[in-house]
């Protein structure tokens, strides 16, 4: 592989993003993450020096467009884009009404817009921002790259969803969207959906509410493989839809088999 392909993977200071962008890194790939997180960020820059990984990790804020716009400035300047991981994202559960049972009456409680907006706005409109400069970059540079957008199981739907949900099937869409728009410039786009991942975000989610535990060994059950899936099987995929020239406008569903959206 040439030396000089250049990639971005946004939320990629931790979690799935972070294993996706050591794999890239570890296979050549001159691999630039964002984050919001300062000390984050360290840690991921040190850890990259350490192991003399080709990656760097700069601040940059998916939901805003100025920042979107100034981390291009820099990044592409001078230097083609040949692939983009639209990764971060973060999950919000909220039924759209909720009853709380009262002593005199029932209580309706309703999802914030707030909660909504803030949810659709870095999984959804994330993406937007930093792929149409992606794309830009890679029309301007004559680039035939790669835009691989991280969607998730739940996109068809899911139990205290709304807003996730809404925002994945949103990704999805853009996905293949831009697959038509892309093409005649030799720009590939997919999508992989990870099912529940074995990865930091829910370890530290089950280790702080017992609840939580619970409920998703119950939903294992749902899985047909019997198991979570694992970082790495992602970073698997997030390659295969990078390198693979016949591929687009594709969703790469990685999820075990399951579980379904909605569990009694
Ligand atoms: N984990 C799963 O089981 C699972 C399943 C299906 C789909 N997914 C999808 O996979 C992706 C990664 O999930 P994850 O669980 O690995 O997430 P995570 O551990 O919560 O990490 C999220 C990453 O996104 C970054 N981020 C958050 N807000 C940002 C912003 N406004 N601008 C730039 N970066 C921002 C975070 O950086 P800072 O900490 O520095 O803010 C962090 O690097 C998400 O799109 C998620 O929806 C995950």
Redesign the pocket.
Known sequence: MSESRNALV??????????VARRLAAEGWHTT?????????EKVQAMAEAECLELRAI??????EE?VRELFAGLTATRPLHLCV??????LSRLLVKKRRGRQSDELVTHPLEEWERTV???LT?VFLVGREAAAAMIRHEVPGAIVN?????AVGAYGQSA?TA??AG?EALTRTWSYELGQYGIRVSAV??????????R?KTSSFPRHARYMEGLQRFVPLGR??M?EE?ADAVCFAAESPYLTGSVIRI?GGGPPGWVP
Do not use: F, H, Q
Not at 10 to 19: D, N, V
């Open positions: 946004t939320g990629g200071t931790r979690g799935l993003g972070l294993t993450v964002i984050g919001l997180d300062e000390g984050r960020l601040r940059a804020d998916v939901t805003s920042s639209n990764n971060a994202g973060g999950n706005r870095l999984c994330g991280v969607s998730s199981g739940l996730y925002a994945k990704v959906a990870p099912g529940v991942m074995d990865g930091e975000a829910l530290e979570w899936g970082e992602i999820d």
